[in-house]
């Protein structure tokens, strides 16, 4: 039957994920941050999610080796890059380099440990960028990610050309990572302070 | 996943590439929804896993098995339900996804009429096969959405006739992707690198289908709601197999895979490549089990010319 998921108010850092119940709560708590992440590796939204399932399903079987003292999110990631370079090696496909991989992971580390924090999501927090970009940036978003048009549609419908929209979608890009950033900067800094 | 746009052959640079990645997950299910299906496969496939087992260990020490040999005792009960847990089509760039579960119940201890049946009971076996059908309850199926958005449940209801339902159960959850999904009246058709997911197998087929829930009834009671490919490759992980096949049917009741047309199975003991057209091949999750069908002859029926009588 279908059921709906919430997250248990719990303290994530008391999760214990050799716990079968405990263990479903951070299912729930790190699926999305790990399914971008995921999607930031192989750049494909199926793949994606087999990645992040298998991930869980490894960890669920080693669980036993997990040292309670280290960052469940951190293991999560690590069982996921294996996975995706198992999936590379058998599909041939390209690979990121070791800096970007590393750039990568930091940023997603980042925001994991932002939400912990903060209770305040990676997706709390793109909203509030994208609600602060430039309306010619936005609307390039908008139809791209969340309407799903292609390059020609949105050149057609912002009566431009599609290199422009693709420039378009780089500077928002830009834009948004930077916002992110900082918002985990300031975050930081806060912390540091009290 | 979009195609050509923008730059969707390579490596976005890397300050872009979870931004982007970001944004995708956020346009497919917002800030603060979780991804139910993704969670629900995983607990499956983890903290579920050990609840099913026992129903399976459970199934095997029930009599039920040997009762159903004997229909006409009507000593056991099989139900065969099923239902689409969930149907989620979220963007033109997603790959249409479907997750279908097949529920088996058994229903032990049903009323027995003591009193001799006045008919025999109706046995419907295959050709060749040995092996007799059980008799299905009727399924009052309604089948209705439950939230609405990009999301949505499946959900099914069983009417008053199957009001008391036992406790155990026993499902078989497949995820199907596809290029394409569409409903026919019966059945929902995928078509297109049909990607088709299992608890121990990964099957990739030219395409599929299965019947659209809450629409089984009248003849079709008498036939497994099943799963149906064709033009497919099963993977198996553990013990590792792989099987070229033309047609593939999965069998709710015993929870195996029967292929037809089969071309190649491999395994670590070699690979067999020379399959009769009648060859059928069943896969279980520990073995598999290859039968050859007797082919019929007929005699040849005299040649009518015109003109001459």
Same mark, same amino acid.
């Given at each position: 039957m279908p059921r709906t998921f919430t997250i248990d108010?719990?303290?994530? /850092? /008391?999760?214990?994920?050799?716990?079968a119940e405990d263990f479903t709560e951070l299912v729930k708590l790190h699926h999305r941050d790990l399914l971008v992440y995921a999607r930031a590796l192989s750049h494909d939204s199926t793949t994606a999610a087999d990645l992040v399932q298998d991930a869980f399903v490894v960890a669920f079987d080693k669980?036993?080796?997990?040292?309670?003292?280290?960052d469940f999110a951190t293991w999560m990631r690590g069982i996921i890059r294996n996975k995706w370079r198992e999936w590379l090696r058998k599909n041939q496909k390209y690979e990121l380099t070791d800096d970007l991989l590393a750039q990568i992971d930091a940023d997603i580390a980042s925001w994991q440990n932002q939400r912990l924090n903060e209770s305040n999501s990676l997706f709390d927090s793109l909203d509030q960028g994208l609600k602060r970009l430039p309306d010619t940036l936005r609307d390039a978003v908008i139809a791209f990610?969340? /309407?799903?048009?292609n390059g020609d549609e949105i050149a057609e419908r912002l009566e431009i050309e599609p290199a422009a929209v693709r420039k378009r979608l780089q500077r928002a890009r830009s834009i948004l990572k930077q916002f992110l950033d900082q918002r985990i900067d300031s975050t930081t800094s806060s912390e540091a302070e009290s | 996943m979009k195609n050509d746009f923008p730059n969707h052959n390579g490596p976005l640079p890397g300050e872009e590439r979870l931004v982007h990645a970001a944004l995708e997950e956020h346009a497919r299910l917002? &800030? $603060?929804? $979780?991804?139910d299906a993704l969670i629900e496969r995983i607990l499956l496939e983890t903290v579920n896993k050990q609840s099913v087992t026992e129903v399976v260990a459970a199934r095997s020490t029930a009599p039920w098995k040997s009762l159903l040999i004997g229909v006409?005792? !009507?000593a056991a009960v099989l139900l065969l339900g099923f239902f689409f847990l969930q149907s989620f089509q979220v963007r033109d760039s997603e790959m249409p996804r479907r997750e279908v579960h097949f529920v088996v119940q058994i229903l032990e201890?049903?009323?027995?009429? !003591?009193?001799?049946? %006045? %008919? +025999?009971p109706t046995v419907a076996a295959s050709p060749n096969q040995g092996r007799i059908e059980p008799t299905f309850a009727k399924v009052d199926a309604v089948v209705r959405p439950i939230n609405s958005g990009t999301d949505y449940f499946m959900e099914t209801q069983f009417g008053k006739s199957l &009001? #008391?339902? +036992? &406790?155990k159960a026993e499902h078989h959850g497949f995820l199907i992707s596809a290029s394409k999904v569409r409903q026919t009246g019966r059945e929902t058709q995928f078509d297109g690198d049909v990607v088709i997911t299992h608890d121990t197998w990964k099957i990739k087929a030219a395409g599929a289908s299965v019947p659209i829930a809450?629409?089984?009834?009248?003849?079709?009671? $008498? #036939? &497994?709601?099943s799963l149906t490919a064709f033009d497919v490759v099963v993977n198996q992980v553990s013990p590792r197999r792989t099987v070229h096949a033309k047609t593939l049917n999965f069998d709710a009741v015993t929870g195996n895979l029967i292929l037809t047309g089969v071309q190649s199975i491999s395994s670590p003991e070699g690979e067999m490549k020379k399959f009769q057209a009648s060859d059928r091949l069943t896969l279980t999750k520990t073995s598999y089990a290859i039968e050859s069908l007797p082919v019929l002859k007929y005699a040849s029926p005299p040649l009518l010319k015109p003109g001459r009588n």
């Open positions: 108010p719990t303290d994530p /850092e /008391e999760l214990d994920p050799k716990n669980v036993k080796t997990f040292d309670v003292t280290r990610y969340y /309407e799903g048009r | 917002g &800030s $603060n929804r $979780n991804d006409g005792s !009507a201890d049903a009323p027995v009429d !003591a009193s001799p049946p %006045t %008919t +025999p &009001s #008391q339902l +036992p &406790s809450g629409k089984v009834e009248g003849d079709s009671m $008498n #036939q &497994s709601p």
